[in-house]
């Protein structure tokens, strides 16, 4: 059976809306009725239904739709804002406002699927009917397992959060207002969480790729576990090593796809590379995150876009000799609009993002990649270097810039762990562009004050130098100011007013 874009998403949907609170209100006040919340699941349907709405929040959610890539390419050396929205220009100029909508947006969202999770784990060891005690256990597997993807996005973001693990039950609202946790708390249940998560997954479920990269699977909450324990605030590189090696190995048999350019050409999604992505269909199932990025080539519209790649970015893959992978993820064309980074006339030569190809007029069928092998195994490589092996990183590395076509690291590089660290980022960097990786991968190698300010970009419009003033509180975003203003056991992040 397929869990994402089937029909039972708009069932399932309908179902959250009566059984959940939105998550405006759900560290707030109680459902609208217990009796729902509690009450309405007795079938294995019905459960299936419900665990649709968990996956949903992957596709119906802005920060999972769009919101990534400005918190984490826009907000580092990767991307500019692009487009006029001045709240997007927070972002890029490490300016972010306590009432950010953005800001406020994402943390909402990401805690409604949360919300939903929670739902599925309470439930499903209650219901009899209709439903296998296989089936049961993979249910709980994968709430577990998108629990815990949901705090490690919200950690990512905020570091440590308010850790909800079940519904609300209480109309006292001293009873839900959650305080939050130390950074180290909530990774340790998102550890937690995928740690049941791996005893109950499959490694599939079946031969249809589309269903496997649709749905959690052991693999996938084997590569979680690599990327927490490597972002936690202490890295454990030899857990990093183990659980990027399962992934690495899995009976699931991921592969490297044999061509870069196909990864994002949109005829070959859930191929062996894929751990796990988001899977659009197009229409009424479509995404309207493309036509927020591509020219009018692409996207039949003028107007100005967002997300457009750097001048850094463009620098790094070019004195790389990286053609490959940047005509994959860079589309020049002349705009017909200034830009104050790339020409400051109309129709100036401008970068796009174009790992999603296809606007599709706001219903795209392009996916997302959550996760996939290369990032995995760069993260392997990132663990043995870490471990004192830089010679073992480089042959890790070597197999991600072979398949562009890219010598293999030279003999300095790979006999010096500082060289190396800095080889590893960069190949991140060039690989998953756009992919909303770079700015995790600044912060958990301590390197996102330095390069933040180090970077030289020049604002046409006035023919002088941006300064991003990075400081390090400014790490995590702030928490939204509605938040605390409702919750008064909340806590700011340091250095938000």
Not at 127 to 150: K, M, P, S
Not at 442 to 448: E, F, M, S, T, Y
């Amino acid at each position: 059976m397929k869990i994402l874009n089937n029909k039972t998403a708009i069932s399932a949907m309908i179902l959250a809306a009566f059984m959940l609170v939105s998550c405006d209100e759900n560290l707030d006040t109680p459902p609208i009725s217990d009796g729902i919340a509690q009450n309405s699941y007795q079938t294995g349907d019905q459960l299936e239904a419900a665990l649709t709405g968990v996956y949903e929040s992957f596709q119906g959610n802005d920060y999972y739709v769009w919101d990534h890539v400005l918190f984490s390419d826009v907000r580092s050396d990767n991307s500019y804002a692009g487009g006029d929205n001045p709240q997007i220009f927070q972002i890029e100029n490490l300016a972010v406002d306590v009432n950010n909508d953005r800001v406020y947006n994402a943390w909402s969202a990401i805690y409604n699927a949360i919300a939903k999770a929670n739902v599925v784990l309470e439930q499903t060891p209650n219901v009899q009917r209709l439903l296998t005690e296989e089936r049961r256990e993979q249910i709980l597997g994968e709430a577990h397992f998108l629990r815990a993807y949901h705090f490690f996005t919200l950690a990512r973001l905020f570091g440590g959060v308010p850790l909800v693990l079940e519904s609300v039950k209480s109309a006292d609202p001293g009873a839900v207002r959650v305080s939050r946790s130390t950074e180290e708390e909530t990774y340790a249940q998102i550890i937690a969480d995928l740690q049941i998560a791996v005893q109950k997954l499959p490694d599939t479920y079946g031969n249809d790729s589309s269903v496997n990269k649709a749905r959690a699977t052991k693999g996938a909450a084997y590569a979680l576990l690599a990327k927490a324990y490597a972002q936690q605030p202490i890295p454990n590189w030899g857990e990093v090593a183990n659980y990027a090696n399962l992934v690495i190995n899995s009976p699931a048999g991921y592969t490297l796809q044999g061509s870069f350019a196909e990864l994002f050409d949109g005829s070959h999604y859930n191929n062996n590379e894929s751990i796990l992505e988001v899977q659009y269909l197009g229409g009424n199932e479509g995404t309207w995150g493309p036509q927020m990025q591509l020219p009018q080539s692409a996207s039949g519209d003028t107007w100005r876009k967002f997300n457009t790649p750097s001048h850094d970015l463009v620098n790094a893959f070019d004195a790389e000799g990286d053609n490959v992978r940047k005509n994959a993820s860079i589309l020049f064309e002349n705009a017909p609009w200034s830009d104050e980074f790339w020409g400051n006339a109309n129709g100036s030569s401008v970068p796009f993002a174009y790992k999603w190809k296809n606007a599709g007029g706001w219903n795209s069928s392009d996916h997302v990649y959550l996760m996939r092998l290369a990032d995995i195994i760069l993260l392997k490589a990132e663990a043995l270097n870490n471990g004192g092996q830089p010679g073992a990183a480089a042959d890790e590395v070597d197999k991600i810039r072979l398949r562009v076509n890219l010598p293999v690291l030279d003999a300095t590089v790979r006999g010096s762990q500082e060289l190396m660290k800095a080889a590893i980022l960069k190949e991140r960097r060039l690989e998953l562009a756009l992919e909303a990786h770079r700015w995790d991968d600044l912060v958990r190698n301590n390197v996102a004050v330095e390069t933040m300010n180090s970077v030289q970009e020049i604002d046409l419009r006035t023919n002088t130098q941006v300064n991003y003033n990075m400081q390090e509180f400014k790490v995590f975003l702030p928490i939204p100011q509605r938040e605390l203003n409702r919750n008064p056991n909340l806590v700011q992040n340091q250095g938000y007013n």
